[in-house]
């Protein structure tokens, strides 16, 4: 970043998932846009890596995440037993009904955002490294803070002059602190052992592809299949063996590799592992408020941290953003009221901490049971992949006229389906008409067309050079008549009277 004054649209601070998720949207918005990070280089691993089905579907990304990474198909889970930890039962890891990839897939941090850096880098978009803020301050002038134009937002490194800033910049957000934005949330400090290792021969655990959740009278652990042949075991760890004494705070370097190692082999018996370990610290957490002023957001573990039992850091952190991009898309280019924004912390405030007690085992009375607990996962599943989130009524969720598709729940994304195109019957995925450009959708369902009082003809302004017909779709089976057909039907929509369908441009349903 050179030296002097400088003025930005919307400046990015923090170059993690959900920092390059919101700058890859913004610039391919056409928005200026700046993002830096503190960091000399990027990350080439990182401790988030479970990816859920509506972040698969929601980018664009699919085919190079799903040719990279991992595909977590089943979840196998573990109890105690006589001797040792023994499975208990084998369920599908996604169990939401509705999903377009029903599998969650795994892939390191750093590669996950590399494939979004190339996405930026090809729009001109590159993070600005080493840079270290120093000061922020907000003008207090209602007029300016009302004015989309305006620029009352100064950070200090060089002195930049910015419409919006957005802290994307972790647990420890410069931003948030700056802003005086408190965290609030569970108590309790859970601190968790990362072991990343390749299975060696005399690796016995039976479900190293597999999700797998453990629980034994030594502890829980998670264990992950990662991409190629890797494996990551998440151990939780009794937080008051690592509180330090003399200060009364967590210390890591209280566990040592030996030590968490140790556990881990504990926790695993009658298995055995091997792993060269690290650390990491999770509090589940929610910022008091996600913004100042609707000039500064906060996003992803800026204002939110999970438990990885959840598999929702990473997911949540590129979503806030998702939902974030498109609003300030729309209030920069003037085609939306500035109160638009109030909606990111309306819709985004929600986060979740499942899977917090122990299982019940024969030596413990308390906590859920073996069938709970695995009701509880199946029954969790459409939240925690992500397909079934769903906003509330607001003026970007009208659910005035819903029983008009009875099946497309206004707040939540559009489903998807495979239709038939009519220029050539070839099969199309409905999902993959509404890309995440910045761009509303209309999809019209005129009905039946047949009837003898009426006869509908459209009339396109445009030149037949261009047109793009390939967007006239059927309700109809592929050519081996296996896939597609019934869309009225799965959408709750009559056949007869027909619907209009406006889809956001972050994939979810508006109005009806």
């Not at 009794?238 to 200060?247: E, R």
């Not at 459409?382 to 079934?388: D, I, M, T």
């Not at 009524?393 to 598709?405: F, K, L, R, Y």
């Not at 017909?469 to 009559?494: A, F, M, N, P, W």
Request: net charge negative; with cysteine.
């Amino acid at each position: 970043m050179s030296l002097g004054v400088s003025h930005v649209d919307v400046l990015i601070v923090g170059a993690g998932p959900s920092g390059v998720m919101c700058a890859n949207a913004l610039v391919h918005a056409g928005i200026n846009v700046r993002i830096i990070d503190k960091r000399p280089t990027r990350i080439t691993a990182g401790h988030a890596d479970g990816i859920q089905p509506r972040t698969i579907e929601s980018y664009g990304l699919a085919d190079r995440l799903l040719s990279r990474a991992a595909h977590m198909i089943m979840a196998a889970f573990y109890n105690s037993g006589p001797n040792g930890i023994e499975c208990i039962g084998r369920v599908p890891d996604v169990t939401a009904p509705t999903a377009r990839y029903p599998f969650e897939v795994t892939l390191h941090q750093g590669e996950t955002e590399g494939i979004i850096l190339d996405s930026m880098s090809k729009r001109g978009l590159e993070v600005e490294r080493a840079i270290v803020p120093i000061a922020l301050q907000i003008s207090e002038d209602p007029t300016e803070l009302a004015d989309p134009h305006a620029y009352p937002v100064k950070i200090d490194t060089e002195t930049v002059y910015a419409k919006f800033v957005i802290g994307t910049d972790g647990a420890h957000s410069w931003v948030r602190k700056t802003l005086g934005i408190a965290m609030d949330g569970e108590q309790t400090d859970f601190l968790w052992g990362v072991i990343d290792i390749t299975p060696s021969e005399t690796t016995d655990f039976p479900d190293t592809r597999n999700k797998s959740a453990i629980h034994s009278t030594n502890g829980s652990c998670m264990v992950i299949p990662r991409e190629g042949d890797k494996i990551r075991i998440y151990v939780q760890l009794s937080d008051t063996d690592a509180v330090d004494p003399g200060t009364g705070r967590i210390n890591l370097g209280r566990y040592g590799p030996e030590r968490l190692l140790e556990v881990a082999k504990k926790t695993v018996r009658p298995y055995t592992i091997d792993a060269a370990p690290d650390k990491i610290e999770c509090r589940q957490r929610v910022a008091s408020r996600f913004t100042e002023h609707e000039r500064v957001f906060i996003a992803g573990d800026a204002c939110h941290t999970h438990s990885p039992k959840a598999g929702q850091g990473m997911n949540a952190s590129m979503n806030d953003t998702h939902n974030l991009a498109w609003k300030l898309a729309y209030v920069l280019r003037g085609w939306a009221d500035m109160s638009l924004l109030k909606t990111y912390e309306f819709e985004r405030r929600k986060f979740s901490s499942l899977f917090s007690e122990k299982l019940r085992t024969d030596n413990e009375g308390h906590g859920p049971t073996h069938e709970e607990f695995i009701g509880a996962f199946q029954a969790y599943g459409n939240f925690s992949s992500g397909v079934s989130v769903h906003y509330a009524p607001s003026t970007i969720t009208d659910p005035t006229h819903q029983t008009a598709a009875t099946n497309l729940i206004i707040g939540q994304r559009l489903l998807p389906h495979v239709l038939v195109r009519a220029a050539d019957a070839r099969e199309v995925n409905i999902q993959d008409l509404a890309p995440s450009d910045g761009r509303f959708r209309l999809f019209v369902f005129p009905g039946d067309m047949s009837r003898d009082a009426l006869d509908v003809v459209t009339v396109l302004q445009g030149d037949k050079r261009t047109i793009n017909y390939l967007q006239v779709l059927l309700d109809d089976t592929d050519v081996t008549g296996t896939r597609g057909g019934k869309i009225h039907e799965r959408y709750g929509i009559s056949r007869t009277a027909g619907a209009i369908v406006v889809v956001r441009p972050d994939g979810f349903m508006l109005s009806l």
